[in-house]
């Protein structure tokens, strides 16, 4: 993608809610430090003290929404600061960074999900972010399944609030953008079970890393 620099040691888990990416997350960093190697596990919105907070104005439920234009831009300076601060400095002293959810979130959730201009999201992407992940894994499960699990965590927060058509589109936009990305995106069954689930996302970070 033009104006964007790949690291190779940059990792992002994707999908949708219920996908289990905090699971296969734990596992691609017990393989890391079996390996010897340092590793960041990171997470969006999230991952610095700032980041943290907009999580939380984006996430809760207790104060006005944001239109989509401002839940797009508040996503991207919570990812501008965490680039900034956490994932770049991991990146230069040649640490892996395991971001459970990255600038893909934005283009399936902002974009799929909420209608807005992929050329708005792709200039913040260039502009604010200006790094893609070298491996994007995506755990693909259908809609209804991911949702059955997340409704047994018992809290709802703002975006899982959405209907089952807004998660389709936000599935269908990460299925498209894979198929346009094949060399950074590995789609993985996560129908199935947890151990196996974690057990195909090792088998694809293990297979990156022999080759760089
Ligand atoms: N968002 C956005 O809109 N735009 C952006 O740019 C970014 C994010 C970066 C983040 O909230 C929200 O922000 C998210 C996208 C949006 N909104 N939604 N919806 P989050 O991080 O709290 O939400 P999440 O990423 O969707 O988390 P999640 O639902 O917890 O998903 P997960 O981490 O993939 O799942 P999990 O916690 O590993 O597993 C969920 C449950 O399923 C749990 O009970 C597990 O035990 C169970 N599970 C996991 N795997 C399996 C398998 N294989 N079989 C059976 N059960 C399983």
Redesign the pocket.
């Given at each position: 993608m033009s104006g964007l620099v790949a690291h190779p040691r940059m990792v992002t888990?994707e999908?949708?809610?219920?996908?289990?990416?905090?699971?296969?997350?734990a596992a691609l960093r017990i393989f890391l430090i079996e390996c010897g190697d340092d590793v960041v596990c990171t997470?969006?919105?999230?991952g610095t003290p700032l980041a943290e907070l907009i999580?939380d104005l984006?996430?809760g439920r207790d104060h006005e929404p944001p239109s989509a234009e401002a839940?797009?831009l508040l996503?991207?300076a919570?990812?501008a600061q965490h680039v900034r601060e956490t994932i770049q400095p991991a990146i230069e002293r040649d640490a892996w960074v395991i971001s459970?959810?990255?600038?893909?979130?934005?283009?399936?959730?902002?974009g799929g999900?909420?209608g807005l201009d992929v050329d708005f999201i792709a200039a913040l992407e260039r502009h604010a972010v200006g790094i893609q992940p070298g491996l994007t894994l995506l755990?693909d499960?259908p809609v209804v399944?991911?949702r059955e699990?997340?409704s047994?965590?018992g809290h709802v927060?703002r975006?899982?609030s959405?209907q089952d058509t807004f998660?389709q589109r936000?599935h269908d936009t990460y299925l498209a953008r894979a198929a346009a990305e094949p060399q950074r995106f590995r789609v993985i069954d996560?129908?199935?079970?947890?151990?196996?689930?974690?057990a195909d996302a090792v088998a694809h970070l293990r297979a990156w890393r022999d080759s760089l």
């Open positions: 888990l999908g949708g809610e219920g996908a289990g990416k905090s699971t296969v997350l997470r969006e919105p999230g999580r984006l996430l839940e797009l996503m991207f919570a990812r459970d959810r990255f600038t893909d979130a934005s283009y399936a959730y902002q999900g909420r755990l499960v399944v991911g699990r997340a047994g965590r927060d975006i899982e959405e998660f936000v996560a129908t199935q079970t947890p151990q196996a689930v974690a």
